[in-house]
């Protein structure tokens, strides 16, 4: 009995996610990798959110290549693990490789076909990457071999025609061409001018000078200055995401997004018909359901070329109707005046209760 004790002793645990064996204290599985607990594995879920969380700690310090490790180490040990694949195309966004990103976020959507929020990210993923293809498209070459051709031919005709024009000249003056040609084109030049007597000069006239008296001129109008306009790239791929996001995308202007606030000053314009605040409170909530590091969406709402309203939608109302819900529906309008604060309006309606902006239904 004291052998087979002794025997037993001696045997090393296993894994048993894969029969591998493992020395007492070991940590992690030295063949598949698992997290081991007593030296039993723990389950996808607790070791997934270990490594999910010292992902998102690296990513968060700025360690992206770090954070990819271990998301990579994570999709070998599960790979159908939702979560890596996700937050892989997101650091490989913030590393602008977009490519690669649009790679993750299909991978995710193959395990995920119906999460909308894999989806949105794929579609931002392969905008970016189109505007980077097009600005490195190299440009053709100009081909300049016509152009040597046809300077060669001009300069050899140009020499045939002066050639001739010699000759011809020589044969009509009975071998006098040359000194006829001297005296057509060099002679009058070497003559040399004869100063005129001095009977000949006339005296110059004198004048009389009168004090001048000074008159204050009329103003000049200023002239028009052309004012150049330069647009930012990220505010571009802003207004152009932000458009296609919403179903008011053609009534959008511009989109501005400053980095020390944190907010995002959109710009739209509508007609005398048009539901001006319904409109402006869907492409605020477009803009606020994208950029999730937007505290705040300042609107500004254009009407026959004039600004006629201002109006804030903060995150905080975005955040309160999207946890109680949006009153009355996408198609509702209760939720506008809920979004919706600290409103301007260039020109007040009849009604207290009715601002006009962009027509009467709101």
């Known amino acids: 009995m004291a052998l087979v004790a002794q025997v037993f002793s001696k045997v090393k645990p296993y894994c048993s996610n894969c029969n591998a064996s493992f020395d007492e204290g070991t940590f992690r599985c030295p063949d598949c990798g698992a997290v081991l607990i007593d030296g039993v594995p723990m389950k996808e879920d607790e070791s997934v959110h270990l490594d999910l969380a010292k992902a998102n700690l690296a990513r968060m310090r700025g360690s992206l290549d770090e954070a990819q490790d271990v998301l990579l180490g994570t999709l070998r040990r599960f790979p159908s693990n939702l979560a890596a694949h996700q937050m892989l195309g997101e650091i490989s966004y913030e590393a602008g490789r977009f490519s690669q990103a649009v790679e993750w976020f299909e991978l995710a959507l193959d395990l995920d076909p119906r999460n909308e929020s894999v989806r949105r990210r794929l579609d931002d993923a392969k905008i970016r990457l189109s505007s980077v293809q097009e600005k490195d498209v190299p440009k053709a070459p100009i081909n300049t071999q016509n152009a040597r051709k046809w300077l060669g031919t001009g300069t050899i005709v140009l020499v045939c025609v002066v050639a001739a024009i010699a000759f011809l000249a020589g044969r009509q003056t009975d071998g006098k061409g040359i000194k ?32 001048k008296t000074t008159t204050a001129q009329p103003d000049v109008a200023p002239q028009e200055v052309t004012v150049r306009r330069v647009g930012a790239q990220e505010d571009e791929t802003l207004t152009q995401i932000v458009g ?31 539901p001006g605040r319904r409109i402006g409170a869907e492409l605020a909530r477009a803009a606020l359901d994208y ?4 505290q705040l969406v300042v609107l500004r709402g254009i009407r026959n070329g004039s600004l006629s309203w201002i109006a804030d939608a903060p995150r905080t109302n975005f955040e309160a109707l999207t946890r109680d819900g949006w009153p009355g529906g996408d198609s509702g309008t209760e939720w506008v005046n809920t979004l919706l604060t600290n409103e301007w309006f260039k020109n007040k309606a009849a009604s207290s209760t009715e601002p006009a902006f962009g027509g009467s239904a709101q």
């Open 180 to 211: 006829n040609l001297q005296k057509m084109f060099i002679a009058d030049k070497l003559e040399a001018p004869t100063k005129p007597a001095a009977s000949e000069v006339e005296p110059l006239p004198t004048e009389t000078v009168e004090p």
């Open 244 to 274: 296609q996001r919403s179903s008011r995308g053609t009534n959008l202007v511009s989109c501005l997004y400053d980095h020390r606030s944190h907010s995002i000053t959109l710009t739209f314009a509508v007609n005398a018909t048009e």
């Open 291 to 294: 950029s999730q590091e937007c």
